[in-house]
């Protein structure tokens, strides 16, 4: 089971899943509270937490929008 380090702005989260990173990506969002400030990107790696910047070919990095679109979030 592949355990992921998922990093969006304040939002960092250690999640172990059978799930894709997508997927993991969409479950994450939900784990936000009204502290947390979003960057644009989430990365999702099972080697550590990464950012757009630190990302390499191996990250999963996601638009926020497309994991609130995928996830059903309203952004409002």
């Given amino acids: ?3 992921y380090y998922i990093n969006c702005g304040t939002l ?3 999640y172990s899943t059978n799930k894709t990173p997508m997927e993991a ?3 994450a969002i939900w784990e936000t509270n009204d502290n947390d400030e979003l ?3 989430m990365t999702v790696d099972e080697r550590g937490f ?3 910047k630190t990302a390499d070919e191996l990250t999963a990095v996601f ?3 497309d994991i609130m679109e995928q996830s059903g979030w309203n952004k409002e």
Avoid: G, Y
């Fill in 50 to 52: 990464r950012t757009k």
């Fill in 63 to 65: 638009s926020v929008d």
């Fill in 39 to 41: 960057d644009r990107f």
């Fill in 1 to 3: 089971m592949p355990k």
């Fill in 25 to 27: 990506a969409c479950a």
């Fill in 12 to 14: 960092e989260l250690i």
